[in-house]
């Protein structure tokens, strides 16, 4: 298993960037695909950006795609989420989470329909609100 940690969450303004990062624990987290999900008040968590365990492969949801960008570091054991041109429909709890159960997978198809039942590692959650 693997710990993680997300960071960098805050207040930023409609147009604005942020960028949050997730930091893992364990020697096995570069063998896992490791995903981004968000979850609004009263809605469902929802997969937002995921990455492959080598960094080259990814995925994004559509109300991201173009504005969001997913990447990680094999050596410092990270992945962050660089956000631009936010909106407040973006503000959510963000949470990174890790595939554990299948080390070296990535399946863009696979994830779009499992969603975060696919993931069993996840963070505590970082808030980002998108206001003027």
């Known amino acids: 298993q693997v710990q993680l940690v997300e960071s960098g969450g805050g207040l930023v303004q409609p147009g604005g960037s942020l960028r949050v990062s997730c930091t893992a624990s364990?020697?096995?987290?570069?063998?896992?695909?490791v995903g981004w999900f968000r979850q609004a008040p009263g809605k469902e968590r929802d997969s937002v950006a995921i990455?492959?365990?080598?960094?080259?492969?990814?995925y994004y949801s559509d109300s991201v795609k173009g504005r969001f960008t997913i990447s990680r570091d094999i050596a410092k054991n990270t992945v962050d989420l660089q956000m631009n041109s936010l909106k407040p429909e973006d503000t959510a709890v963000y949470y990174c989470?890790?595939?554990?159960?299948?080390?070296?997978?990535?399946?863009?198809?696979?994830?779009?329909?499992?969603?975060?039942?696919?993931?069993?590692?996840w963070g505590q959650g970082t808030q980002v609100t998108v206001s003027s």
């Open positions: 990455v492959n365990w080598r960094g080259d492969r990814t």
């Open positions: 989470a890790a595939d554990t159960s299948r080390p070296y997978y990535f399946d863009s198809t696979y994830y779009t329909g499992t969603g975060q039942r696919a993931f069993d590692s």
């Open positions: 364990g020697r096995t987290f570069g063998t896992y695909s």
